[in-house]
């Protein structure tokens, strides 16, 4: 399974019940991030951070890879090319991506989806198998819904996965040092993605 991001520090902050249960299941779980996320100058040591949270998770260095592409900087004002994007997702059985809306409306989300997508129409055969998965992006109340999420989503007969503590993706935020800013630490702790996956 190959998870598509937009930058280090996505796979935890968004992926991170799926990313468990995936771990928990053994299966060979592919970490593929678009960017370094070198907006603050950052570039180098977020690609570390990301490689030290996968081995955290579990997830095996070898499985993960950070582009360093200077069409694909990261930033709220560039819009990332679909073709581009396209061209760089590989061929695995399942790719896993955030939908339209990117949870945040995060240009780099969305344009990580639209580009996924494009690569999943150019993939998808019924002969070579290929599917992909999206994750839900949540209103602002069920956004910051924390655990409560998971009832939510059980009443709207959503699929799920879903995790009841935090402490990985506090880990794992912990592993992105230079991002675990106060705001995150509060987005980690009340989000309903630290929780639930759908």
Not at 123 to 131: D, F, Y
Not at 167 to 193: D, E, N, P
Request: hydrophobic residues 40%; proline residues 3%.
């Amino acid at each position: 399974i190959l998870l598509v991001v937009a930058h280090p520090d996505d796979e935890v902050m968004f992926f991170s019940p799926i990313l468990e249960r995936l771990v928990a299941k053994k299966v060979d779980t592919y970490l593929y991030s678009l960017s370094n996320g070198n907006a603050d100058g950052l570039g180098a040591q977020r690609t570390k951070e990301f490689v030290d949270c996968a081995n955290m998770m579990g997830i095996s260095t070898s499985y993960v890879e950070v582009v360093d592409h200077p069409n694909l900087q990261d930033g709220m004002k560039n819009v990332w090319s679909e073709e581009l994007i396209s061209s760089l997702v590989c061929a695995k059985a399942m790719i896993i991506t955030f939908d339209e809306y990117g949870v945040s409306h995060h240009p780099n989300h969305v344009s990580v989806y639209h580009g996924t997508q494009r690569a999943l129409r150019q993939l998808c055969t019924k002969r070579n198998g290929i599917h992909g998965l999206k994750l839900i992006s949540k209103n602002i109340v069920r956004k910051f819904s924390g655990p409560f999420d998971i009832l939510v989503s059980l009443l709207f007969g959503e699929f799920f996965i879903h995790k009841l503590s935090p402490l990985k993706t506090i880990l794992g935020m912990m592993a992105h040092a230079s991002q675990f800013v106060w705001y995150r630490r509060l987005f980690v702790l009340f989000s309903c993605y630290t929780y639930v996956n759908s």
